[in-house]
Structures are given as structure tokens and as C-alpha cells.
């Protein structure tokens, strides 16, 4: 199929419902006179930083919160390294709890501090800190929230007011030396740690975790799985034993379930938008905790199960829940090549949809990786944080399908060259990650993911 953008997003009612994400823009606005056009749709053109942090449209303002390296507030050590995923969770008073991941590998140079009753494996360098603002921004507090997990990438908050942090990694104790399991959910109280510790979610299923997505209504969780190698990720739902029992009630345990598309064994085989399964069928898993074969490669009988490249983001509105692959590659083990869909699934109706897919027979040529992060914007459009390479942006996109440049981040690192006096000849850029507005709205927050730097943006939103 080919046609515009703007065709694909008017023919699946993408506009009117205000969904409209595309999976990859960095090579289609970064750096452009494109961007500056549709800046202009939004805010208008970026303004240069004379501070070298952070572009953004006249009329905002940056605050930086936190940053990487530097002490934590609680006395505890220093700000971890590679900024991920985040929540802001409201507090009393009008104050906010920002719950921050960090995607810390056995090699990251800042690990979060091991604080006695909130680790979990001592040798796990990730985890979450909190910072606690007040209504104009300013750090009343930062602490680490869990420490001892392992690469702490996104999660979502739930409606209670926690964090689930997910960790996107299956290595096992004795692998990188670890001495536990990793792959697990963990909740986070922003708020008061304690009441959360660091106590692994385990029903929830042991793999490389994404992110999640919570009903409302029914407190079932949806999962996403970001498995890096063939047989790709599955799309999951868990059924808790205490749907709407609170903070701690997922630790009841539940039922882990994966989806299957009847005759669909790879979503990346799906290329028409709007092309709608109602009879979309949840599997049993055979062993949540991958005991001895990863979920993705157990035995879902005869039918098989269905899987996807790069399941990422996952969000609930408008009674669905939404979740994204963002690209697909044949020659990595896909059935067919994409840069970005998004996929919604209505639970009532038992109907999965299709409500976008770029490239490459579109008129958007989209290589390189994606954006990763994603939020509803309080205008009810969406927010991007990109993940490819140049400059990095944060990119809005509104309810009639316009896309425009929110941030760019300024050159993040230099070569040793550069440091010296000298010209680097391919600069560095860190990527955007954790997006997410305060409770009221007035303020978006954002990390950039190295050299860890955490923002507050305000300004004239609409």
C-alpha cells in the first residue's frame, strides 16, 4: 500500500481519536526544514539553548532536576546512571513523587545505591530513585525507591498511585554476576519505598519486560515483551487474584496469559490499516517463571502462539488498550518489514486493530530505530521520545494528526577530541526517554537517558 500519512490516519479514524503515533519520524523531522514546518502547527520553531541543553519553542522554560553523577538528596550515594522510563504520582499538598527507572546493565557506571530492605540481588546495578517536588518544581527530596534489579527500562503507573517497574532482561542467577533470577515486575512507591521493598512480581512472568498498561475497570494488566532475537516478543494480559486490591495486592499472584491471532503467527505480517481480529484468544502460560525455556519459546500447542519485533510502549484510553512494535526487520527474523505500528486491542469486543503502520511501501521512509517512550499529552494528543540517531527530539503529536517538535536535546557528549580543543567528527547524542506530566498538567517531565539528566518543562500549553 502506499498513500500519505495523513490518508492512513483519516482512514482508520486515527485523527478523530486522537491516536495517531508513528513508530519512527527521526529521519523524516530531525534537523529539517520539515520540523520547523510542523513546529509551527504546534509551538513554533525551536529556540536555541544558549546553555547547550535543551532546544525549546519560545515562550517555554527547562528547569533541570536531577542529574547523573551528582549526590542524591538522601545522602545515599549518586544519581544513577542511563535515565529510562518515569511516572509523576501525585502527593500531598499538591507535591509530586517522580518515580524514575534506570536501565542499569552489570557495566553501568553509576549503579543505584544497595539501601538495606529495598534491594533485591546486590549484585543488580538498576532500579528506581524518587524525587519529591513541590508545586513550582523544586527538589524537596531524592532517594533511591529499589535498588538490586536489572535493566530497569519502562513499566507504567497504576491506579492505585504505584509504579510497576519492569525489568527488560531473562538472565538468570550466575549470568553477569547475578545471584538471583531477573526478568521480573517490581512496584514502586514513590512516596514511601518501604511500603513497597523490592519483592519481584513473579506471577506476572519472568521475561524481558517492556512495558505495562492497566484497565481500570477490570485490573487486568497488559504487558509487553521487547525479546531481542527470534522468536520475537509476545503481548500478554494478567488476570490478578485482587483486581482492585491496592498497593502489594499483585504480590496475590494471578494468571499470566499470551495472545493469540488466529492465523496470525507475526503482527509484522499485517500491513493494511484498520484491518480489525475479533477473535483474538488469550493462551495460558505453561511456566510464567521460565523455569527452563523462555515464555516466547514454550509450548502453546498446536496453533502456536502470535509474536512481534519491538513491542514497546503500552498505554490504556478510551476503553483499549494500546501497544506499539516499533519496527520490523525480515532480514532479523520478521515476516515483513515495518517502521512502527500501533496496534489497539478492545477487550469487550475481544477486537485487536491495526490503527497504523509506516513504511517502507508508505510514502514515509523511516530507517534507523525508533521512538521509544510515549504519554497522552493533557491536549489529549500524544508525546514521543525519540531514539535514533543525530540530534534527538521529543515530538507532540495533536488530535488532527500533525506532528511537531517539542525539544531537542543540545549535543550531549563530545569526543576526547573535542574535550582537547578539537572538532568531533561524529557527534553524540543522548535519547529521550520517560515523558510523562504532572498531575495537573503545567509541567512535563523528561529524562535525557546519558549522561542522565532529568527536566521539568513548562510553558503555554494548550
Not at 506476572?204 to 532475537?229: K, L, N, S
Request: glycine residues 14%.
Amino acid at each position: 500500500m502506499s498513500a500519505t500519512r495523513r490518508q492512513i490516519l483519516a482512514r482508520t479514524g486515527a485523527i478523530a481519536a486522537g491516536i495517531t503515533f508513528s513508530g519512527a519520524v527521526s529521519e523524516l523531522f530531525s534537523g529539517t526544514a520539515a520540523a520547523q514546518g510542523l513546529g509551527r502547527r504546534g509551538y513554533g520553531p525551536l529556540v536555541t539553548d544558549p546553555d547547550g541543553l535543551l532546544d525549546l519553542p519560545r515562550g517555554f522554560r527547562y528547569k533541570v532536576l536531577s542529574r547523573e553523577g551528582d549526590p542524591l538528596r538522601s545522602g545515599e550515594g549518586r544519581v544513577p546512571s542511563n535515565h529510562d522510563g518515569m511516572a509523576a504520582l501525585p502527593g500531598r499538598r499538591g507535591r509530586v513523587h517522580l518515580v524514575r527507572n534506570h536501565e542499569n546493565r552489570a557495566t553501568a557506571p553509576i549503579p543505584v545505591p544497595a539501601v538495606p530492605g529495598l534491594t533485591y540481588d546486590p549484585m543488580g546495578k538498576g532500579g528506581c530513585t524518587a524525587l519529591e517536588l513541590d508545586g513550582r518544581n523544586n527538589v524537596l527530596g531524592e532517594r533511591v525507591a529499589i535498588a538490586g534489579t536489572a535493566v530497569n527500562c519502562a513499566g507504567g503507573p497504576t491506579p492505585w498511585g504505584t509504579w510497576l517497574t519492569c525489568e527488560e532482561t531473562e538472565d538468570r542467577a550466575g549470568t553477569n554476576g547475578y545471584t538471583k533470577d531477573h526478568g521480573f515486575i517490581f512496584e514502586v512507591d514513590g512516596a514511601d519505598p518501604r511500603r513497597t521493598g523490592a519483592v519481584p512480581l513473579t506471577a506476572m512472568g519472568r521475561f524481558q519486560h517492556e512495558a505495562i498498561a492497566i484497565d481500570p475497570g477490570t485490573g487486568i494488566v497488559y504487558e509487553t515483551e521487547d525479546a531481542f532475537d527470534r522468536p520475537f516478543g509476545l503481548f500478554y494480559r494478567f488476570l490478578p487474584q485482587k483486581p482492585h486490591g491496592g498497593t502489594g495486592s499483585l504480590r496475590a499472584g494471578g494468571a499470566l496469559e499470551a495472545m493469540r491471532v488466529p492465523g496470525v503467527p507475526d503482527l509484522s505480517a499485517v500491513q493494511e490499516p484498520g484491518t480489525s481480529f475479533d477473535r483474538v484468544e488469550w493462551v495460558p502460560v505453561p511456566d510464567p517463571l521460565a523455569r527452563e525455556t523462555p515464555i516466547r519459546l514454550q509450548d502453546f500447542g498446536p496453533r502456536g502462539i502470535t509474536h512481534a519485533q519491538k513491542l514497546e510502549g503500552c498505554y490504556w484510553g478510551e476503553r483499549a488498550v494500546y501497544f506499539v512494535s516499533s519496527f520490523a526487520r525480515s532480514a532479523e527474523g520478521s515476516a515483513a518489514d515495518h517502521y512502527g505500528q500501533v496496534w489497539k486491542y478492545e477487550p469487550k469486543r475481544r477486537r485487536l486493530t491495526l490503527v497504523i503502520v509506516f513504511g517502507p511501501d508508505t510514502d514515509i521512509q523511516l530507517p534507523g530505530e525508533s521512538p521509544d517512550n510515549i504519554c497522552l499529552a493533557p491536549s489529549g494528543g500524544l508525546m514521543v521520545c525519540e531514539d535514533g540517531g543525530g540530534a534527538q527530539h521529543v515530538f507532540g503529536v495533536t488530535r488532527r494528526g500533525e506532528v511537531y517538535a517539542l525539544a531537542r536535546g543540545a549535543q550531549a557528549l563530545t569526543s576526547a577530541a573535542a574535550a582537547a580543543g578539537g572538532t568531533p567528527e561524529e557527534p553524540e547524542w543522548g535519547e529521550f526517554a520517560g515523558v510523562t506530566f504532572s498531575p495537573d498538567g503545567a509541567t512535563m517531565y523528561v529524562n535525557c537517558y546519558t549522561p542522565g539528566t532529568t527536566f521539568a518543562v513548562t510553558g503555554p500549553w494548550e
